[in-house]
């Protein structure tokens, strides 16, 4: 009898187990829909031709699937007047990234060593203060930013009479790395502090004793072992500059010099002739690549790291 | 420190050279860091002096640099108070209060959500966790781009279902003023919630198992456990997600543009997008500067007291 009662509860046990798992499988299975919905209607579009979007479903599969559209938006659309593709632009952002992620990589990975092995007094301060930094909304050093970059231009400018070259002063591409390497120094800064902060300070005192100076130490001992920060560090500073739209429409928003987002949002928001939906999906999806791929490749290294670093709670 | 002693001069300059070499040594760390550290005193606290003095200014197309007073601020005040039919200001500051509490709010409870359902020890994790993660690496502009077309009353969603035979079913958020907001909500959350996940799935992760496992022994159900035990331990997290969430509230901007064009009448605004029409669209640039400083101040109040005891915390 007991044992009667005992498997009875066991299968009573085992269905609500049954149940718990297909609903949180079912919530999980939904959600994971919805977040891939509007990346699966962008890149369906992408290969569709306009003829079978205006008439078809948004979800179904390209019948003839084609890469016209991509080809198109690559080399033929129209940014503003100009009708070049979008390559130059993303030529633009390619030039405008990369340096400027390693200025301010280099950088926030001295600063952090210092603001924790080479403490002085004030150093809270100092670091508390190039913190608040990443909380600001940029409108509000927008104006003086643009005023700068305005006279450096005109410098540039007479140099360009007087000895022939501006030296680069007043390119846009160029004024975009200084701006995004100065705001983006706050959260280097913040990112390599917090991974050195747990990093034994036994080990760099020792090497002092032993006669290693400043630079020696941060070579031999701290960058070999930074990986983990180096990665978090260059994929959040290479997303955030890539992505950025209100410095590259505020500084280089018309013209040859603009990079992807401002040529996308062009494109996209364009009033003149015929809209080409699967030529507008197929130039977002190309401006989405580089930060995608990113995440895909390094991505569980990037939450990890972040984890360990940023959010320590 | 004793070189007063010595006579050979050639001794003295040697010592003195190597004092200042010495010097310079002790001093490089600072030297190495002061680049960076003078950057940001000019081009943030520098600036933001900048742009509350224009602010102060009667500043239009140009800036211009004699102070007029705080016409641009009682303007802004006036603005605030004008509902029926809103100004531009009034409706942006009620699009912030209505976007930032649905954005923290949803983005919380969702990202919570998620985290608990992907730590029941599923299959798949490493499947499912990209997939809610992903809309984070896009740009604000890509992210527009996509919902644009899915809310496209014409072309999205709406028209999709009328295919499928709900001809009934009605959708047109983003050609209404009174809900274009909404959208920006529903794009906004499905960008960041997936980091907000991956956030509180590295606090419960980082949660003892003993705990659970005498939680559970004492015959808490798993309601109870995440209600009683589990959520209050995620205290930190949900600070921490709060302040990430809330400053990128505040700094939204991208997203109104790409996703509605400021909206039908500029009713899908943020001050963000106030900021910047105001200055370099409508030759506003006191009330443009204004604008910029109230935000600032806004989220000053939030980040100041929170950076305050975190560091402080540190210094312990």
């Avoid at chain 2, 299959?123 to 919902?147: C, D, N």
Wanted: net charge positive; proline share 4%; aromatic share 14%.
């Amino acid at each position: 009898m007991s044992g009667h009662s005992q498997s009875a509860s066991g299968s009573a046990v085992n269905l609500t187990r049954w149940i718990n798992r297909t609903v949180i499988y079912g919530l999980l299975v939904f959600f994971a829909i919805v977040y891939l919905m509007p990346l699966f209607v962008m890149v369906v579009t992408s290969f569709k031709t306009m003829d079978e979007i205006q008439s078809g479903n948004m979800l179904a599969l390209p019948q003839s699937p084609t890469i016209e559209p991509w080809l198109k938006a690559w080399g033929e659309v129209c940014v503003g007047l100009t009708c070049a593709g979008i390559k130059g632009y993303f030529w633009n952002s390619i030039k405008m990234v990369v340096p400027a992620v390693v200025i301010s990589t280099v950088m926030g990975a001295l600063n952090g060593y210092v603001l924790t092995k080479w403490r002085f007094p004030g150093h809270t301060l100092v670091f508390g203060l190039m913190l608040f930094a990443c909380f600001i909304p940029f409108q509000s050093v927008l104006l003086p930013m643009a005023t700068i970059l305005g006279n450096l231009g005109r410098f540039g400018n007479s140099l360009e009479d007087t000895i022939g070259t501006s030296l680069g002063f007043g390119n846009p591409t160029e004024n975009l790395v200084i701006v995004h390497v100065i705001y983006g120094l706050g959260f280097t800064t913040l990112f390599f502090r917090n991974f050195y902060e747990a990093f034994p300070s036994e080990l760099v005192k020792a090497a002092q004793v032993d006669g290693a100076g400043f630079f020696q130490i941060f070579r031999r001992i701290m960058l070999p072992n930074s990986l983990p920060i180096i990665v978090v560090t260059v994929i959040y500073q290479f997303t955030n500059i890539w992505n950025d739209f209100l410095f590259a429409s505020a500084y280089a928003g018309t013209g040859d010099a603009m990079p992807m987002t401002v040529a996308l949002n062009n494109i996209v928001n364009t009033s003149t002739g015929v809209v080409e939906y699967n030529v507008n999906m197929a130039s977002a999806m190309i401006a989405a690549l580089p930060t995608l791929l990113v995440y895909i490749v390094a991505g569980r290294y990037f939450v990890r790291g972040l984890m360990a670093g940023a959010v320590k709670g | 420190m004793n070189t007063i002693a010595t006579t050979d001069p050639l001794k003295t300059r040697s010592r003195q050279r190597s004092t200042l070499r010495g010097k310079l040594q002790d001093a490089l760390p600072q030297i190495v860091l002061a680049p960076s550290f003078l950057l940001t005193i000019v081009f943030v606290y520098g600036f933001i002096v900048w742009t509350g003095y224009l602010s102060l200014t009667n500043s239009k197309t140009f800036p211009s640099y004699a102070i007029t007073g705080t016409r641009a601020y009682e303007r802004l005040w006036r603005w605030t108070l004008e509902s029926d039919p809103p100004s531009s200001w009034y409706t942006s500051i009620t699009n912030m209060g209505i976007f930032g509490s649905l954005y923290i709010g949803i983005c919380l409870a969702l990202g919570l959500l998620l985290a608990i359902l992907l730590d029941q020890k599923i299959r798949g994790e490493g499947v499912l966790r990209p997939i809610f993660l992903y809309p984070m690496a896009l740009s604000f502009i890509v992210t527009g781009v996509a919902w644009k077309w899915f809310l496209d009353p014409g072309l999205g969603l709406e028209q999709t279902l009328h295919h499928m035979g709900w001809t009934s079913f009605h959708f047109d958020w983003i050609k209404n003023k009174d809900f274009v907001i909404y959208t920006v909500v529903i794009a906004g959350v499905w960008q960041a919630s997936g980091f907000v996940m991956a956030m509180f799935l590295a606090g419960l992760r980082g949660i003892d198992g003993e705990i659970m496992k005498a939680a559970q022994i004492d015959g808490a159900s798993s309601f109870q456990l995440y209600r009683r035990i589990i959520i209050p331990l995620l205290r930190p997290i949900f600070l921490s997600a709060f302040i990430v969430l809330a400053h990128m509230a505040i700094k939204s901007y991208d997203l109104v543009v790409a996703l509605t064009s400021g909206g039908p009448g500029g009713s899908a605004w943020l001050p963000s997008n106030f900021m910047y029409e105001y200055t370099f669209k409508r030759n506003e640039m006191a009330v443009g500067s204004a604008s910029a400083i109230i935000m600032l101040m806004t989220i000053s109040a939030i980040i100041v007291p929170y950076l305050y005891s975190e560091l402080k915390e540190k210094a312990r």
